[in-house]
């Protein structure tokens, strides 16, 4: 295939990530109501990545790894699956959805800023500043309406866990861009990071779950097996290919299109609030990620 076509898969890949991961925010929402969270993570994390190990043996592409590709693949699975997406799914026992995916979308951000300690791959310059600030000042705009509610210690913890899930994530986003080998296949690849992620998760839950107990509900079931075979399996297969062919930071910008689809999503389906003051926020938000990905560019 030649490289225009891997690039043009590359950014169909991406495109599809904006659209699916930003459902993910309101299945996990509903699915945390039955299932503990680390727990919720173990199960869905390590359901999603054997189903794709096996895809990969059945498909001929599994290639057994070296001892120290392996152990990378599993180092980069626990930051971006078991914190990355260990820390949000806890976090969003306290705050909605929205806001949840508003904090994820500074990963751009995060990912320049972790890359200009690793190896010199980012180079600061005013717009990237410009663009920090302006992203952080888009969340204190959203924060600055319901600041009453930072008295809750719940809700604290829970902002907490999103901005602690947005740094893990983008330290894996650039740890897979710099060890994911380019002759090892995107499912793979994959199917190794999101199984250890998954363990890890199974390994937080029996450590901080306070309880193991699952209510079994169709609707959490159905929002289990969406979170699995595709906003797992599927949408991570996506993104390893988009992260091999895409720098770091442009494989970062479904960050602009997840918090819209999360917010109108929890706003129509989960009765969140969505305020004018929320909107301007979420338009300075992203616009503060998108002159961080232009400065990163130059």
């Known amino acids: 295939m030649t490289n225009d076509g891997n690039m043009t898969r590359a950014y169909l890949a991406l ?20 299932f503990p969270p680390f727990l919720l993570v173990g ?16 498909s001929g592409r599994f290639v057994w790894p070296n001892p120290q590709y392996a152990f990378r693949q599993t180092i980069t699975g626990l930051a971006t699956i078991t914190g990355g997406n260990g820390f949000i799914t806890w976090g969003m026992q306290y705050v909605s959805s929205g806001l949840a995916a508003l904090i994820g979308s500074l990963t751009p951000v995060m990912v320049v800023l972790i890359s200009l300690t690793w190896q010199g791959s980012e180079r600061i310059n005013t ?33 907490a ?23 090892m296949s995107p499912l793979l690849n ?18 901080f779950d306070s309880s ?4 079994h509900t169709v609707e ?50 989960l009765g969140e609030a969505l305020t004018v003051e929320i909107a301007v926020g979420m338009v300075v938000t992203i616009a503060g990620v998108w002159l961080v990905n232009v400065g990163a560019r130059r």
């Open 127 to 159: 717009r990237v500043v410009l663009g920090v600030l302006l992203g952080f000042g888009g969340l204190a705009l959203i924060f600055s309406e319901g600041w009453q509610d930072f008295m809750k210690p719940e809700y604290r913890w829970g902002i």
């Open 15 to 34: 495109a599809a990530i904006c659209i699916i991961w930003g459902t993910t925010y309101t299945a996990i929402k509903y699915a945390v109501r039955d």
């Open 220 to 269: 959490s079931w159905l929002s289990m097996l969406y979170l699995v075979v595709i906003g797992s399996a599927l949408a991570f297969t996506f993104y390893m290919y988009a992260l091999k062919h895409l720098s770091a930071t442009v494989s970062s910008l479904y960050t602009y299109i997840n918090p819209v689809v999360a917010i109108l999503l929890g706003w129509l389906w």
């Open 43 to 58: 199960i869905r994390q390590t359901a999603a990545g054997l189903l794709l190990l096996g895809i990969a043996w059945v």
């Open 190 to 207: 994959a199917g190794l990071q999101i199984f250890a992620g998954g363990v890890g998760g199974l390994a937080l839950s029996a450590l």
């Open 212 to 215: 193991h107990a699952i209510h």
């Open 161 to 183: 866990g999103c901005f602690a899930s947005c740094f893990t994530w983008s330290l894996g986003t650039v740890m897979a861009k710099q060890w994911n080998a380019p002759q």
